[in-house]
């Protein structure tokens, strides 16, 4: 065999061994690589108008989660926080917005935002705040007493706002057995367990009370 022959062999033969290799050691290769869930359900209420802004959150997933780098938003118009409840992950940023032509102020008297005070601005400047304790915080204008806001700080990404029907779905949770919560403004709901297998989503029915 000639020189150049046997050269060509022998990069063939790496193409394939580096082919292989990379195909065993893929995330991607392994069969049971995405372990995870769906839950879905449905929160009931007396008066469908309770069901608006209500969280559906797992407590805690033993793992770390990084928060976003893009900030989160809660805008300050006509008057109003937007939006009224804001979950989020523990470390994330929020932009605090003045969209209107008068002044607002935004601070909280909860020690899960530190009992910030991020002072009073125009139109179109924003400020910004990082939630780095976990719990519920209120937001609040002392410019405009009436102006109320809440933002939830959770320990990890797998929580879902309420549609107007009640439904709610989290996906891609990890298989494990959970405390799931709820949150609303105004009314509660107990703390029920979940399991969660691969390819069997699990059902669940809270009721606000």
């Not at 793992?63 to 900030?71: D, G, L, V, Y």
């Not at 937001?139 to 959770?154: K, Q, S, T």
């Not at 929580?159 to 949150?183: M, Q, R, T």
Request: glycine share 6%; proline share 5%; hydrophobic share 40%.
């Amino acid at each position: 065999m000639s020189t150049k022959n046997r050269r060509g062999n022998i990069k063939i033969l790496s193409i394939l061994f580096f082919t292989t290799f990379s195909v065993l050691i893929s995330p991607h290769a392994w069969t049971g690589e995405n372990k995870s869930g769906t839950i879905s359900g449905v929160v009931k209420a007396k008066k469908p108008k309770y069901l608006k802004d209500t969280i559906v959150y797992i407590e805690n997933v033993p793992n770390t989660f990084e928060p976003a780098k893009e900030h989160a938003v809660i805008d300050q118009k006509n008057m109003t926080f937007i939006p009224h409840v804001l979950p989020l992950l523990k470390g994330t940023t929020v932009d605090f917005l003045n969209s209107d032509i008068i002044q607002h102020n935004v601070y909280s008297p909860d020690a899960v935002a530190d009992n910030m005070n991020l002072g009073t601005w125009l139109k179109g400047e924003t400020r910004a705040f990082t939630f780095n304790k976990l719990g519920v915080a209120s937001i609040r204008c002392n410019v405009h007493v009436d102006m109320l806001a809440y933002v939830l700080v959770l320990q990890n990404p797998y929580f879902a706002s309420v549609n107007h029907d009640g439904s709610f779905s989290i996906a891609n949770v990890p298989e494990g057995k959970y405390s799931v919560k709820l949150w609303s403004e105004r009314l509660k709901a107990g703390d029920q367990q979940a399991e969660v297998k691969v390819g069997t989503p699990t059902r669940m029915e809270f009721e606000l009370k």
